[in-house]
């Protein structure tokens, strides 16, 4: 069992930056490949990052590939994402997500690889 908790979101202005923290409580969170997801009103929840235990590998969904990074620290029990040159279009309430995911890292763009999903945040970006 793990305990997710998002924190960072916030208003910022259509190029900006923004900085969201995922921090884990329960096992170890080097157990679990990290995800993050968004979910748009009115719209389905959609892969953003995810990054494998070590964090040696990451993959990006193409929308937000070159402007967000996404990390973790594994001693802090925490998975980062770095969040730039935002558009009104990344707005949505943001979601980490942890799963026992094996194989290509690829196969960590489905929300039905992950187990354990924290409550959100609200990131909104104005033109």
């Known amino acids: 069992q793990v305990q997710l908790i998002e924190s960072g979101g916030g208003l910022v202005q259509a190029g900006g930056s923004l900085s969201l923290s995922c921090a884990a409580s329960?096992?170890?969170?080097?157990?679990?490949?990290m995800g993050w997801f968004r979910q748009a009103p009115g719209k389905e929840r959609e892969f953003v990052a995810a990054?494998?235990?070590?964090?040696?590998?990451?993959y990006y969904a193409d929308s937000v590939k070159g402007r967000f990074t996404i990390s973790r620290d594994n001693a802090k029990k925490t998975v980062y994402l770095q969040m730039s040159s935002l558009k009104p279009e990344d707005t949505a309430v943001y979601y980490c997500a942890a799963g026992s995911i094996w194989g290509e890292i690829r196969v960590a763009v489905f929300p039905s690889n992950y187990a354990y999903w924290g409550q959100g945040t609200q990131v909104t970006v104005s033109s």
């Open positions: 329960g096992r170890t969170l080097s157990t679990y490949v």
């Open positions: 990054i494998s235990r070590s964090g040696s590998s990451t």
